[in-house]
């Protein structure tokens, strides 16, 4: 795909100061991404519900240098405190982004950010706080630039948080969000997410995610790290194959609600997903004890009470307890009875279905 539409040309900086406010949400992916190419390419296409509660509140505070001069001026902040511990991934960040946003150099920034979910609770931030940015950052272009359409500015927006982490471009919009190209999704592409475009069977339409935090330490292992050990792994072109596939398969599955196909579906991804990390060199494990012992309470008693819950991991110990709201007041039953004991320190966070940022 042509990268040039996402260039800025031709504006005019006549913007002194001022600060832009986001709020942006995390995802759960349902087809994982795990493997990706230079420049934030990913070697399979995915699909993710977008989450409502748990999310990134960021403000960006810009004014202009006096003199332009060769560097990233910025600091960050997490509930008020300065991190200079963040800087070199926002660098980082700011980098790839630069060319497509090259006002970054000519203002001072400060960023303000907090997440509403606690910052020790092993759930990744990236995708809520990369998408977050982006969307500040967008909102400088936006004033720049008053030709920009709002289609065009989620696009770029989600382009951007890409090239952040990969799966912050699948957090702008809701309440499904494919990124990669595939042949059966109309619009899907490598460069950014795009709310998923067909027919949404009314059982996915208020889904619940709860949280289970199992183990809220710092992951022995990146992303980027597991990302990167897909190259040269023995399974990785038929795991590439298999994501293919399965978005086929969800794609009927999401039509026509058929939640056996959808739960069988959605935990083989997930198990995948940790067999790939299992099976990499070097190999790792990132499952706990009780992220076994809670999967097994769950197939336990989704058997003996044929209610329709199942779970998904993403790269860590904690587990999504995925369920629709139909049959949230037996299901939540269970959990608090049965899953929670689990926890670390008992600690969960209900969550559901969202529908994407929002510019506060
Ligand atoms: C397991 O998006 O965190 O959650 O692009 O390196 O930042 P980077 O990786 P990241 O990978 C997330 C992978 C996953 C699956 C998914 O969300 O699809």
Redesign the pocket.
Known sequence: MDLSRFLLKNYQNKLNNGSVTWSSPS???L????G?KEH?I?ENP?I?FTLDSCKTITKLIYSKKNEVDNNFDFEVYLDEELKPDFHPKIETFFKRIESYVPFLKEFKFTIKTKNTFPHSSGI?S??SG?SALALCIMSIEKQLNSNLSEEEFIKKASFLA?L?????C?SLEGDLVV?GKHPNIEGSNDLFGVKYPYKVHEIFKDYNDTILLVDKGEKQV???V??NLMHGHPFASQRFDQAIDNITKIKSILESGDLDQFMALVESEALT?HAMMMTSMPYFILMKPNTLEIINKIWQFRQETGLPVCFT????ANVHVLYPNKYKDKIYEFIKAQLVAYCQNGHYICDKIGFGAKQL
């Open positions: 995802n759960i992916a087809v994982k991404y795990w990706k934030q990913p995915s993710s990744a990236s995708a990369m890409r952040g982490s990969g799966s912050a699948r990124w990146s992303s980027t597991g990302h997903l991991l993403d790269a860590g």
